[in-house]
């Protein structure tokens, strides 16, 4: 009976704070007369899109409030309200948001006092269900309908304040865009790091080497102990350059990750990190292998936060854990207990790293509050 007494009074409250926004929206209908004369007589045309921002905040308020209730986020498609006063205004028209929202509050009107229809269930529920529940030892029926009434509200709220197919469509080709031109970029500066590396390392090695064999060549005949130091060093830089070779080589695509798969190559990762990394790997040992791309950018997420997780967090230990769902593969690491405060401006790598992810249409997740830990979580699509 008190679970039932409790969540009937967090169902009202939830509907109180209903109530409450839409005697807001209820006074907000002047702003919106008056939007609608200025934009009819032409010389108050800009105030349409600050109306429509204003109205982006109190929908956005009501999904915050509905999600609260349900545990489930109504995720939000707007086109920026941005540029000269013309395009602002062709943007509020034209935004299938702008329809969706002016529909919700057109129709909170009507369901927004639906408070009205829980209070007095408050009365009658005490007397009956406690009668019920104290001595005929039955379970209550109308406390319960008090939240029934809160998650009508929240379900309403939600399909109405839902973006439409059109709006998802349009943020889906905006978020594809942006992601394009960030792989685009990524990969300029991808080709200039490597051309660089092999300019500077491989390059400059080999010369050098041409150099010394051409001068042990000379020293030959006339000075041998010269020229079998000359082949000493070259031997040296050629080593050096094949080093370098390597390390290019493992930027591009490492090749243990096509000789261990990616669980050998994480773990290759785990043990020359200089940190204790529990690894689990969700038995993805077996069965079949993600694409060689999905593989790739796991192992640089992992790779790039086992390092900063060295270099900055101050743990002595790091937690790696692979799984494999439905609809892709999840990448998750934490630094266990680091001091946390990782600043994404400060540094190339974790930009770098959403580049690489974003690419492959996948999302990272960062959490470092100040005191730590750091956990950084990768979504990466794919079909098994």
């Not at 509905?66 to 941005?82: D, F, K």
């Not at 990394?277 to 192992?299: H, I, N, S, T, W």
């Not at 992992?302 to 270099?311: D, I, P, Q």
């Amino acid at each position: 009976m008190w679970k039932t007494v409790r969540r009937a009074a967090q169902a009202t409250g939830h509907l109180l704070l209903a109530t409450a926004m839409a005697f807001g929206v209820w006074i907000f209908i002047c702003v919106l007369l008056i939007t609608a004369i200025g934009t009819l007589a032409v010389v108050g045309a800009w105030l349409l899109p600050e109306t429509v921002l204003l109205i982006r905040r109190i929908a956005g308020a009501k999904r915050q409030l509905t999600a609260s209730w349900t545990g489930v986020r109504i995720p939000e498609a707007y086109q920026p309200l941005t540029g000269t006063v013309r395009e602002r205004f062709r943007t509020a028209v034209k935004d299938p948001g702008t329809l969706t929202d002016f529909r919700w509050m057109v129709a909170y009107y009507l369901y927004g006092a639906l408070l009205f229809v829980a209070l007095p269930l408050w009365p009658v529920g005490l007397v009956v269900d406690g009668v019920r529940s104290g001595l005929l030892r039955r379970e209550p029926v109308v406390l319960p309908l008090i939240e029934k009434v809160a998650d009508l509200e929240a379900d309403w709220s939600t399909a109405l304040l839902k973006p439409s197919p059109k709006a998802r469509l349009t943020r889906r080709v905006e978020e594809l865009a942006a992601t394009r031109a960030d792989a685009i970029a990524a990969h300029g500066a991808e080709l200039r790091r490597i051309e660089r590396d092999l300019h500077d390392g491989a390059q400059a090695n080999l010369v050098a080497l041409s150099l010394r064999i051409g001068l042990a060549k000379r020293a030959y005949d006339r000075d041998p102990d010269t020229a079998r130091k000359l082949l000493d060093e070259a031997q040296d830089q050629a080593e050096q350059a094949l080093t370098e070779l390597r390390n290019v080589v493992r930027g591009i695509h490492p090749p243990i990750l096509t000789d261990r798969g990616l669980v050998g190559a994480v773990r290759a990762l785990a043990a020359g990190s200089g940190l204790q990394v529990a690894l689990d790997d969700g038995g993805m040992d077996e069965g079949v292998r993600a694409p060689a791309a999905v593989e790739a950018a796991a192992y640089f997420v992992v790779a790039e936060s086992l390092t900063n997780a060295a270099k900055y967090s101050g743990s002595p230990r790091a937690d790696v854990r692979l799984v494999r769902t439905k609809r892709g593969l999840r990448v998750r690491v934490s630094d266990v207990a680091g001091c946390g405060g990782a600043d994404e401006t400060a540094g190339s790598g974790l930009l770098g790293m959403r580049r690489r992810v974003a690419a492959l249409d996948g999302t990272v997740d960062v959490s470092s509050p100040v005191g730590g830990p750091t956990v950084i979580e990768v979504e990466l699509p794919c079909v098994w």
